[in-house]
């Protein structure tokens, strides 16, 4: 309900900025068509309690689609460049190219990685990275396959993953989202990632978390 409430108000003050900014567009080039051929006071005090607010209102309009307009194409703008269609397939889908030789866990994962760097700023989704960590994890992983010893037991080999920052991973964020955690590291890694790991994801980064993980302590 909060969050609702929240973007309702982003929503109207984006509003109250478009409709500010037409109203300035076009109180500015009214005054700029008064001085270039100012009408007879006759005129203004006959016809001006009547056309003005009609000429107003169009203005308006016409003002206010041209700052929509002008913000769409800002954002556009702003969008990173389209999903590549591998990053669409699923994870076991992905994992069963890489053990077939059909695809890297190397360029695999630098493929999500690029993609981070490009998203993540919209998003803030992704707290702490690992990218070097998990390159070396995915060359090793590729070697695994080249020389015939994946592990039997890992569905999901040299497949690129994030995990939340409530699990433990050594030398990495570990606050759970509690403001007097900040700075905390981890020392251990956690049964959980253990697990991730076991099953041959690589992890690439960790990733935001409610405060306290909303109803739990850290694991």
Same mark, same amino acid.
């Given at each position: 309900?909060?969050?609702?409430?929240?973007?309702?108000?982003?929503?109207?003050?984006?509003?109250?900025?478009?409709?500010?900014?037409?109203?300035?567009?076009?109180?500015?080039?009214?005054?700029?068509?008064?001085?270039?051929?100012?009408?007879?006071?006759?005129?203004?005090?006959?016809?001006?309690?009547?056309? *003005?607010?009609? %000429?107003?209102?169009? !203005?308006?309009?016409? &003002?206010?689609? /041209? @700052?929509? #307009? +002008?913000?769409? $194409?800002?954002?556009?703008?702003?969008?990173?460049?389209?999903?590549?269609?591998?990053?669409?397939?699923?994870?076991?889908?992905?994992?069963?190219?890489?053990?077939?030789?059909?695809?890297?866990?190397?360029?695999?994962?630098?493929?999500?990685?690029?993609?981070?760097?490009?998203?993540?700023?919209? *998003?803030?989704? %992704?707290?702490?990275? !690992?990218?070097?960590? &998990?390159?070396? /994890? @995915?060359? #090793? +992983?590729?070697? $695994?396959?080249?020389?015939?010893?994946?592990?039997?037991?890992?569905?999901?080999?040299?497949?690129?993953?994030?995990?939340?920052?409530?699990?433990?991973?050594?030398?990495?964020?570990?606050?759970?989202?509690?403001?007097?955690?900040?700075?905390?590291?981890?020392?251990?890694?956690?049964?959980?990632?253990?697990?991730?790991?076991?099953?041959?994801?690589?992890?690439?980064?960790?990733?935001?978390?409610?405060?306290?993980?909303?109803?739990?302590?850290?694991?």
């Amino acid at each position: 309900m909060l969050i609702f409430a929240i973007q309702t108000a982003l929503w109207a003050l984006a509003e109250m900025l478009l409709i500010t900014q037409a109203a300035v567009a076009v109180l500015r080039s009214m005054l700029v068509d008064w001085r270039s051929s100012p009408p007879s006071l006759a005129l203004v005090l006959l016809l001006g309690p009547f056309v *003005l607010p009609i %000429v107003i209102f169009v !203005r308006m309009q016409s &003002a206010m689609s /041209e @700052a929509r #307009a +002008a913000s769409m $194409a800002r954002k556009q703008a702003d969008e990173p460049p389209p999903l590549d269609p591998l990053l669409l397939l699923s994870a076991s889908e992905l994992s069963a190219r890489v053990v077939k030789g059909e695809l890297s866990a190397e360029t695999l994962t630098r493929m999500c990685i690029n993609r981070l760097v490009q998203v993540n700023p919209q *998003l803030n989704a %992704v707290v702490a990275t !690992r990218f070097e960590a &998990a390159l070396l /994890e @995915a060359k #090793a +992983a590729d070697d $695994a396959v080249s020389t015939g010893f994946v592990p039997p037991d890992s569905p999901l080999w040299g497949v690129p993953c994030v995990v939340k920052e409530c699990f433990e991973m050594p030398g990495m964020p570990y606050t759970a989202g509690i403001a007097s955690r900040a700075g905390m590291r981890g020392e251990r890694l956690s049964p959980a990632v253990q697990r991730v790991q076991s099953a041959g994801l690589i992890v690439v980064g960790t990733t935001n978390v409610s405060e306290g993980q909303a109803t739990s302590p850290p694991p």
